[in-house]
Each structure stands twice: as C-alpha cells, then as structure tokens.
C-alpha cells in the first residue's frame, strides 16, 4: 500500500461562525429603543456618563473605527461572524483599531455624547447587514 497523502490545512475563517453570546456594552438605563421603521433608531441608546467604559458585546475582528460615517460620531463596528456584525456610535475615545481581535468584554471605547450633548452609547446589532433588534439577543436586565 501507498502512504496517504497529507490533507490540506483547513480554510482559515477571521472569525468563526459560532453560537454567539451577547452582552450589554456598557452600563446605563436604555434611552430609546430599536425601531425598524424609523431610520433613527436602529439600534438602543443606552444613557450613561462621559467616558464610561463601552465593551464588546460579544468577540470579534474591528472592520471600522473611526468618524466617517454621518450620525454616529466616533465608530466602532465589530465583526462577529459571516452573519453578524455590531456597531457602537458616539464614542469619545476609540480604544482599538481596524483589524484588531476584540474578546466579549473588552474594553473598547470610553462613552462620548450624542449629537443632542447627552452622554449615551449608540449600539447597533446587524445581521446579513440589516439592523435587527438588540434586545433581543442582549440578557434581560
């Protein structure tokens, strides 16, 4: 008998698609909720202080971070899976960078003001690229 041939190395994923297991990003009573036929909130706003931490709700790779996209100020947005991406809007300090490997609960922005001056977190979960409601996937509290 012939030795086998060795098997090729398994496609590397960015991330891998897993059961994922939301936590809220950051401490602070809900301001507004998701509403999928108003533009304006497809997301949750969570009120809370100036500089407090914002962390990802869940592990992933950074795709964006920055101020480019209108109405959000300063941006994280996490890739997740093929699936799922979550985005976190009006940061005052942004703490990581494109490309960078975040687990669930690491820090990753200190809480900024909305365009209105009221401290809170715009955070956004999206799936297949369409925003879906947060709640639905974040623990009850």
């Known amino acids: 008998p012939r030795p086998k041939k060795p098997a090729p190395p398994p496609a590397v994923q960015p991330v891998p698609n ?30 809370g202080r100036e500089g407090s931490d914002i962390k990802a709700a869940e592990g992933g790779k950074v795709v964006y971070s920055g101020s480019g996209l209108i109405g959000y100020g300063r941006l994280i947005i996490v890739k997740h899976n093929d699936n799922y991406l979550s985005a976190y809007g009006h940061n005052r300090d942004l703490l990581v960078n494109e490309g ?42």
């Open 18 to 47: 897993r059961n994922l297991a939301w936590r809220w990003p950051a401490r602070g009573n809900v301001a507004s909720t998701f509403n999928a036929s108003d533009p304006l909130r497809k997301g949750v706003k969570i009120a």
């Open 100 to 141: 960078d490997q975040v687990t669930k609960g690491q820090k990753i922005a200190a809480m900024g003001r909305s365009t209105d001056g009221k401290p809170l977190l715009h955070f956004e979960i999206r799936r297949n690229g369409e925003p879906v409601n947060p709640r639905q996937f974040l623990p009850a509290r």
